[in-house]
């Protein structure tokens, strides 16, 4: 005899930065979207192409302003198109989700030691957080002296794995992709050349989409939010968060764009560097923002520094700042 288990606990769905890549990675003018290991996708899963967009009219990861300017929120992916400024909110949930007013339910059927269990996360309304987001973009926008009427703007939840399925209720709901509407989704922003003309020459009031001169002005404001600082570990594992510091390492984010972590040849314990007292180093090397030269980016300093100083990061969702040991990463690139 089987005994169900109904547990309300943390799920594997749970996006969590350090297990769980979701990006929209832009490879010249077309763009896919491609899913981590966390993600419910299977080995078979192919990217999802975004063509009909420039890459600089896809943005990810903006961390727009609330309208009080207290804080900022993170919208995983912008896209400008004629049709408006879409955002959206990309999850890679699995199992049946249904909503119960103001959160929702994520149902995920697992085995545990062989005995089927059933795991439900409780998880905020996410309609209700891209649509905050969305409006704090448009008063963001407004602030910045870009005006673009709201109903330009789209607030979308994109649910990326196939393995997960939406009750009746919110099938109905047009802000709700589920995997099976990709493909549709994404061939609604190709954009025919007689389009993008008319969209080009047409006032925005007249024809009901963007103007290019909107989206231009658009696309320059936003090119000027930050985004979340990027920590690559040896190994493969990426942290995002904010970077707060390193000892000896002295640095102004504007004028810096990427960190580089290069160990020196390790000494073994007997060797006689170390028995004189010295321990291993790491090189960091600072590379100047946006300039790069005939070989690539522009060094801008080099500093030596011991391998075990630790690097404070904030990661994104976390309480506490994390140490890591410089030995331990690969390179860091700055948000502005």
């Known amino acids: 005899m089987f005994m169900m288990g109904l547990l309300f606990r943390s799920c594997p769905n749970k996006l969590k930065t350090?297990?769980?890549?979701?990006m929209l990675q832009l490879g010249g003018r077309p763009a896919w979207f491609g899913l981590?290991?966390?993600?419910?996708?299977?080995?078979?899963?192919?990217?999802?192409?975004?063509?009909g967009l420039k890459g600089d009219h896809v943005f990810c990861n903006l961390r727009i302003p609330n309208q009080h300017q207290s804080a900022r929120d993170d919208v995983n992916v912008i896209i400008l198109a004629g049709q408006g400024v879409f955002c959206l909110d990309?999850?890679?949930?699995?199992?049946?989700?249904?909503?119960?007013?103001?959160?929702?339910?994520?149902?995920?059927?697992?085995?545990?030691?062989?005995?089927?269990?059933?795991?439900?996360?409780?998880?905020?309304?996410?309609i209700q957080?891209?649509?905050?987001?969305?409006?704090?973009?448009?008063?963001?926008?407004?602030?910045?002296?870009?005006?673009?009427?709201?109903?330009?703007?789209?607030?979308?939840?994109?649910?990326?794995?196939?393995d997960c399925d939406l009750d009746e209720e919110l099938r109905k709901r047009k802000e709700l992709i589920v995997h099976g509407q990709l493909d549709t989704f994404l061939a609604s922003f190709r954009e025919s050349y007689m389009?993008?003309?008319?969209d080009a020459l047409t006032p925005s009031w007249f024809s009901g989409h963007l103007s290019y001169k909107q989206m231009e002005a658009v696309r320059g404001v936003?090119?000027?939010?930050?985004?979340?600082?990027?920590?690559?570990?040896?190994?493969?594992?990426?942290?995002?968060?904010?970077?707060?510091?390193?000892?000896y390492v002295a640095l102004d984010r504007q004028e810096t764009?990427?960190?580089?972590?290069?160990?020196?040849?390790?000494?073994?314990?007997?060797?006689?560097?170390?028995?004189?007292?010295?321990?291993?180093?790491?090189?960091?090397?600072?590379?100047?923002?946006?300039?790069?030269?005939?070989?690539?980016?522009?060094?801008?300093?080099?500093?030596?520094?011991?391998s075990d100083t630790p690097v404070v990061f904030r990661i994104s969702g976390e309480d506490t700042e994390a140490k890591i040991p410089a030995s331990t990463i690969q390179s860091i690139t700055l948000s502005i």
């Not at 419910?40 to 975004?50: E, F, M, N, T, V």
């Not at 930050?226 to 920590?231: E, Y």
């Not at 060797?271 to 960091?284: D, M, Y």
Request: charged residues 20%; hydrophobic residues 35%.
């Open 222 to 247: 936003l090119a000027r939010v930050g985004s979340w600082d990027l920590v690559r570990l040896h190994g493969g594992e990426h942290l995002r968060g904010d970077y707060q510091g390193c000892r």
């Open 257 to 306: 764009d990427t960190l580089e972590f290069s160990s020196a040849k390790t000494l073994s314990p007997d060797s006689l560097w170390a028995l004189l007292g010295h321990a291993p180093q790491v090189t960091v090397r600072m590379y100047k923002r946006g300039a790069r030269g005939w070989l690539g980016k522009t060094l801008g300093a080099t500093t030596t520094i011991p």
């Open 36 to 51: 981590g290991s966390g993600s419910g996708s299977g080995p078979g899963s192919k990217p999802r192409r975004l063509t």
């Open 90 to 126: 990309l999850k890679p949930w699995r199992g049946t989700v249904s909503a119960h007013k103001q959160a929702w339910h994520v149902q995920l059927r697992q085995e545990d030691r062989g005995l089927p269990n059933t795991c439900i996360e409780q998880v905020d309304d996410p």
């Open 129 to 162: 957080a891209i649509t905050t987001k969305t409006a704090n973009l448009c008063h963001h926008l407004k602030r910045s002296g870009v005006c673009v009427r709201q109903s330009l703007f789209v607030p979308r939840v994109v649910f990326l794995s196939p």
């Open 18 to 22: 350090r297990d769980t890549v979701t």
């Open 195 to 198: 389009g993008w003309l008319s």
